[in-house]
């Protein structure tokens, strides 16, 4: 079984967005719970949201924006399974995130 991270990706450039309503909230946490459930002999952390972005360089550090909104580590057999896991996911389907991005966390060199 190979590692992936999944990264919840918000609307890129999307004006901030008002919260969904209480009751999109409560459907879409319901579909979240049936997904880790159902996934749940996939699942190797299950992530979660997250907040504001700092970022460290060799010039300093600043507050900036990206559209990464939450994440999730998946095992699979391949990078292709470890997709198809996400197809019609609660983030993209009732959520008003925009995609899921599945990459494969590869080992360290000489580790």
Do not use: C
Not at 25 to 41: F, Q
Not at 51 to 72: F, P
């Amino acid at each position: 079984m190979k590692t992936f991270l999944a990264l919840y990706m918000g609307k890129p450039g999307a004006p901030q967005q008002a919260p969904p309503d209480q009751a999109t909230i409560a459907k879409g946490m319901g579909a979240w719970h049936k997904w880790m459930t159902d996934h749940a002999n996939s699942v190797a952390d299950t992530g979660g949201p997250l907040g504001k972005t700092k970022r460290a360089a060799s010039d300093g550090i600043s507050d900036i924006r990206n559209a990464v909104a939450g994440y999730v580590i998946v095992k699979a057999e391949s990078h292709d399974a470890a997709a198809k896991l996400f197809e019609s996911h609660p983030h993209f389907s009732i959520f008003p995130g925009d995609s899921v991005e599945i990459m494969e966390i590869m080992p360290v060199p000489g580790m």
